[in-house]
Structures are given as C-alpha cells and as structure tokens.
C-alpha cells in the first residue's frame, strides 16, 4: 500500500487523436467523501499495477482511460502532476490532517511562523491542535524496502508491518482523509465555513437553507467546478456523489440546479449514498416524521436536476445477504463506505473504457459507451425513469461455462426500500461483469 507518484502517464488513444471524453466528479457531504476516498485509492492502485512490470498483464494492458477521471498537470516548481478531476465539498474541519491546499496540515510550530505584522498591540492565539496522520498515512511517505531482500527475517518484518497497517485503518479512522492515498488539486478540496457549527442539528434538508442562501459559498463552489469543466476538451458528464441524509442534500440540491443552468447539455448521473448509521431508529414520532419529510423533499429535489438518480445505501450491511465474503461493521464509515465506492467503480466502467478499434490490443473488454448513452438506455428512454436501482455480486461468481454468463440470483440490491425477490418485467438494466477474464476465471 503506497502513494503512487503523481506524474503524467503516457498519452491514452483518445487523447492523442483529441477524442477525449472527460468526465468531473463531485462529492458532497461527509459519508460522500468516505466513499470518494475509497474510489479514488481504487484508481490509485490501477495506476500502480499498470506500471509494474511483475503485475498480471491484464492490468499492464487495462482496457480503462484513467485520463477520463484525471487531468495532467504541472506545478509552480515544474513537475508534472497527474490529480482527480475533482471537487469534494465538506465542513469545516473535515480534512482531518489535510489542508484545502491538499497538502498536509501546518504544524503548531508552523504556525507560530505566522506572525501578524500590522498590529502593534496585545495579541491573544487561539490555536486548533492539527490532527496527526495516523500509521497508515506515514507508511505512505516512507522510503520503500529494497524489492530485491527476501530473506526470511525481512518477510516477517513485513508481515508485521501489514498487520499494523491493518489495525490502524481498523482503529484510527476518523476522517475521509485517514486512509487516502490520492494528491488532490489545490482547487478540488472546499471546506464550508460558517457560524453554523452544530452539526447535530444539521440533519435535515431546512436547516441548510441558511447555508444555501449564502451567495459567496455557493459562488466559490461553482468556481471550483468551472475550473475543471473550462479545461476539459469534449465533457461527456458529470459523476455526483451527495451524502442526502442531511443538512448537506440541500446544499447538493443547490449545487445541481446551478449545474443544470450552467452546463444545460452536460448529463448529470447522481449518487445518493447514506451510512448505515443514519438509518438508525428514530427517539420519537417527531424524529420519525421529521426524517420522512426530509426524505421526499431530498428525492423531489435532488432528482429535479439529474440525469439519473441512483440510491445507495441499506439499513444495515453487515446484517444483510450482500455476501458471506465480507466482514463489515455498520459503525464505521470505512467499512460501509467501501462498498458503496466498489459499486461505484464498476458502475463508471463502460463510460470509461478505451476506444477499442481496429488496431487495439485490448482483448478482454467491451461495451464502451458514454455517459450520456448509458443514462438514455437505463431512463428507459421515453418512459423517464429518473431513478434506478443498483444491485452488485461481491465478489463475482465465476463463469463455469461460456454459455451460462451470469447468475442472476447472485445479485443482491444496495438500493434501500428494495426487495431482492421482487422482479419488473418492464424494467431496463445494464449489467458490468467487472474482473472477468475468461471462463473458468474471475
């Protein structure tokens, strides 16, 4: 588990015949960015085995065109970056050990450096202690072992190590920021400033509406965004990931209308993902009734202005049949947070794959289409379904024989209020087989 350096790959097909097909992403809310951080360590990770030579050669000769998701860049001192195309919205103090900046927090010895110059009288600081980067965030800057030590003392030290690593991300998450492995662009990350600091009571779509109305904020979100949209050559959408179970969906909602103003022809494919914890039983009727109308004024609102509208997220997973492979713990974020991003992943597949045309190399991937072709085929064209149901198999059942490709009853739904018996005969789907190489193999 390391950071890849952050250098510019060499050019895709499609960006070299100027055929490129962008796509933004944005994140909204806090169990938003959980799963981002997740989505993006798995882009991460494709990067590295892509460059390593001792990878299988279905990852060095991956069918995807990671310069759909990410832009090249080049910092003030010259070396080539290669970031998400991303703004991630969060409140204040969100970032954990991170700075707006992307880069890590000011130390409190740091900070002492800062000293005002213009004022002559008595000054009185007031200091936040920063947070610290855990285990798993410090291995990440360490110098890596030398490939070539394998003796048995070095692979105990590094079992050791692993072992460690995986108790910290057990233990020591409590940011989105607490296990990515990602450099963000300057303008991706936005921390939302305010006298409203109470965030118990941010738990509803009003409660937001005085954040909302708040003409600056809105702006210097919308220039985030027209910072990635103006560079990009031929958009083909927008990815939207908003944590609706909150203060935080009227925020999303704001966000899209402007969006829908701005960019009229660019698709919008939204992600309403909740932690489980938030599906918690409510104190009192009141609770209860409150948490009903907020539901139907988030979806009315949140699906005026999308694409298509995709919920995300069951009461409890870890009670669930999603799969009696994985080992998840509601209360945490990291855990929950992880499978809504997987998901996620293998969703973005089709509209991300390489153009595989008559000279390709690509043996084992098909199905390219855009953004804009996928939401036309699941809308149901002129029936306008604006919201759809996403269900995964975790992991993918192995395809015994050439003829029987999928086993439906392997499906299992992550859409709430969804019965996995129940079936539509009018219903449009598109289904990703994702880390399929041939029969017999997955």
Not at 221 to 231: A, D, Q
Not at 307 to 335: E, N, R, W
Request: hydrophobic content about 35%.
């Amino acid at each position: 588990m390391r950071r890849q350096q952050l250098v510019a790959p060499p050019r895709s097909p499609r960006e070299a015949t100027g055929e490129m097909r962008e796509v933004v992403t944005v994140q909204v809310g806090g169990f938003a960015n959980f799963v981002g951080s997740h989505f993006w360590n798995f882009q991460d990770e494709l990067l590295g085995l892509a460059d390593d030579p001792a990878a299988d050669a279905a990852f060095r000769t991956a069918p995807l065109d990671m310069d759909v998701l990410y832009r090249t860049g080049e910092t003030l001192q010259g070396v080539s970056t290669y970031c998400p195309r991303l703004v991630s919205v969060g409140s204040r103090g969100s970032l954990g050990s991170l700075s707006s900046s992307g880069a890590p927090s000011l130390s409190s010895a740091a900070s002492d450096q800062l000293n005002v110059t213009t004022w002559s009288g008595n000054v009185t600081r007031s200091v936040e202690k920063p947070h610290g980067r855990n285990l798993f965030l410090q291995s990440l800057t360490e110098q890596e072992p030398n490939p070539s030590t394998s003796n048995g003392g070095n692979n105990s030290q590094k079992s050791v190590e692993d072992k460690d690593l995986v108790e910290c991300l057990e233990k020591d998450v409590n940011f989105w920021t607490d296990y990515t492995k990602v450099q963000y662009h300057p303008q991706s990350l936005y921390e939302m400033y305010g006298s409203w600091t109470d965030f118990d009571k941010f738990d509803n779509f009003g409660t937001a509406r005085e954040v909302v109305s708040e003409w600056s904020l809105m702006e210097e979100m919308n220039e985030k965004l027209r910072f990635f949209v103006e560079e990009c050559d031929h958009i083909q959408g927008i990815q939207f990931i908003v944590d609706d179970s909150g203060g935080f969906s009227s925020i999303a909602a704001t966000y899209l209308e402007n969006i829908a103003d701005d960019y009229t022809n660019t698709p919008v494919l939204l992600y309403c993902v909740r932690d489980p914890v938030t599906h918690g039983s409510s104190r009192n009727q009141r609770d209860t009734i409150t948490r009903s109308l907020h539901d139907a004024v988030s979806l009315s609102k949140l699906s005026s202005f999308c694409s298509l509208m995709v919920p995300i997220g069951l009461p409890s997973l870890s009670q669930s049949s999603l799969s009696p492979f994985l080992s998840i713990q509601d209360a945490k974020p990291f855990h929950s947070s992880a499978i809504s991003a997987a998901a996620i992943h293998s969703v973005t597949v089709p509209f991300r794959l390489q153009n595989a045309g008559p000279a390709s190399n690509i043996a084992h991937s098909s199905g390219n289409i855009d953004m804009r072709e996928l939401v036309h085929i699941i809308s149901d064209q002129g029936r306008q379904n604006m919201v759809t149901a996403l269900d995964v198999a975790m992991p993918a059942p192995s395809l015994k024989d050439g003829n029987d490709l999928w086993n439906m009853k392997s499906l299992r739904t992550l859409t709430p209020e969804i019965s996995d018996e129940e079936e539509d005969p009018y219903s449009v789907e598109s289904l990703v087989v994702h880390g399929v190489l041939r029969a017999g193999y997955c």
